[in-house]
């Protein structure tokens, strides 16, 4: 009976039947306006919003009236949108107001950015989505969804009505592309670097951005320009001419002879794929700074601490959004370091202040032909460290204070 009145008042099922009546008044108050729209929706662990935004250029470039929201950034009918908060998909009642002004602006297409979160909570309800894509299903949010499992089977409820699901190939079952933990309505393709209707081995994409996680994203990008009919030449030079997108893979240039990079990275699957990808261009050292949130997956920690001392040759230890747990946090991600063989004050250092552990990295740290990826916030514009208040902040412009003295 206990677990039975935890389960019924537990807080994700109050987020359900919360955000549910939402998005159904919300539907009915904007008159369903994604009927009259071809809706495609990306959704995965990592690199959601650099497919979506890959996504509405292609479209974009072919000519193509097109809107985009992510969890960073929306154009609606032409006009740009700042959403880079501490939040999942956006309210419903400004999903249904987007998609009403996309339509009256005569747009074709929305693409929109779904998590895990939004599909759990129902936020999309009332929205058909044409096109389905996963870019991938790794370890995150188990905080919320309890186990890998429920994250999986949340993940692809996306799938279920779609005319195409566009899945990374990892998550096929078998050759007859059945998807284990769902039934989909739509035409299964599959994208990877080396198996998949779509993979690197045969298409040959050339991108100005690095990592293999990249060019997974434009994969998958292609093979919606492909089902929408969009001439594949010009899916191709969109994509190899992207230079991505604001707080990913950002150079923060100087004249110190280093390179400093600000990434979003901020699960295991996320900080492993961009410190692979980052060591390849180094010619000196890597140097990762990083930390965990507060009040959210804590299996995560540990893991992130074994995979940068794995990658890097130097880490530092901080804050992201810590929520007043910072001192736990950072003995977790210790705790990994050390498993990898990492050894305090001598290839690791664990510095709470976020601004310090930059300072600490640019000026203590790092020699010529070093690079400095600092991880976690990326686009975000504030920093909660005591659960109460958000604070501004940006990595991108303290790495600028910290460069200007």
């Known amino acids: ?57 292609i479209l974009k470039s072919a000519g193509k009236k097109v809107s985009m929201v992510s969890t960073i950034n929306a154009t609606i009918a032409g006009k740009s949108y700042d959403t880079g908060f501490h939040v999942t998909s956006p309210d419903p009642f400004l999903v249904q107001k987007f998609a009403k002004q996309a339509v009256r602006n005569g747009d074709e297409y929305l693409v929109l ?20 894509v996963i870019t991938n299903i790794t370890h995150d949010h188990l905080d919320y969804h309890k186990t890998f499992d429920n994250y999986k089977k949340t ?20 050759r007859n592309k059945n998807i284990s933990g769902i039934n989909t309505k739509g035409k299964v393709i599959t994208f ?52 991505g ?40 050292r890597l140097i990762a700074v990083f930390g965990c949130a507060g009040k959210r997956d804590e299996e995560k ?25 910072l001192k736990k946090i950072n003995q977790q991600i210790k705790k990994g370091l050390i498993k990898a063989g990492g050894k305090e004050d001598v290839n690791f250092f664990i510095i709470d202040d976020r601004r310090k552990a930059i300072q600490f990295a640019v000026n203590n740290l790092s020699k010529r032909g070093d690079l400095i990826g600092i991880f976690g916030k990326g686009h975000e514009t504030s920093l909660n460290l005591d659960g109460k208040r958000e604070i501004p902040w940006s990595d991108k412009e303290v790495v600028k204070d910290v460069l200007n003295g």
């Open 1 to 57: 009976m206990k677990q039975l009145l935890k389960r019924l008042f537990s807080q994700q099922l109050i987020n359900n039947f919360y955000h549910l009546p939402k998005a159904i008044l919300a539907s009915f108050i904007y008159g369903f306006p994604t009927k009259k729209l071809k809706v495609i929706g990306i959704t995965g662990t990592d690199g959601k919003t650099t497919t979506t935004n890959m996504i509405y250029q």
């Open 113 to 132: 950015e779904v998590t895990s979160h939004a599909l759990d909570q129902y936020r999309f309800w009332g929205i058909r989505f044409e096109v389905g």
């Open 155 to 174: 993940k692809l409820k996306l799938l279920r009505e779609v005319k195409y699901a566009i899945v990374n190939e990892q998550i096929v079952a078998n």
């Open 192 to 243: 990877g670097m080396d198996k998949g209707d779509f993979n690197q081995k045969e298409v040959k994409l050339k991108l100005k951005l690095i990592g293999d996680y990249n060019i997974e994203n434009s994969l998958a990008s292609l093979a919606v320009g492909f089902v929408l009919g969009i001439d594949k030449n010009i899916a191709r030079k969109t994509l190899e001419d992207f230079m």
């Open 245 to 284: 997108i604001s707080g990913r893979l950002e150079e923060v240039k100087n004249k110190k002879n280093i390179r400093i990079i600000v990434d979003f990275a901020h699960t295991p699957n996320a900080l492993e794929q961009v410190l692979k990808a980052l060591k390849k261009e180094t010619p000196g």
């Open 301 to 325: 920690r540990e893991m992130m601490g074994e995979i940068s001392k794995k990658y890097a040759d130097l880490v530092v230890i901080t804050s992201e959004d810590p929520r007043g747990d």
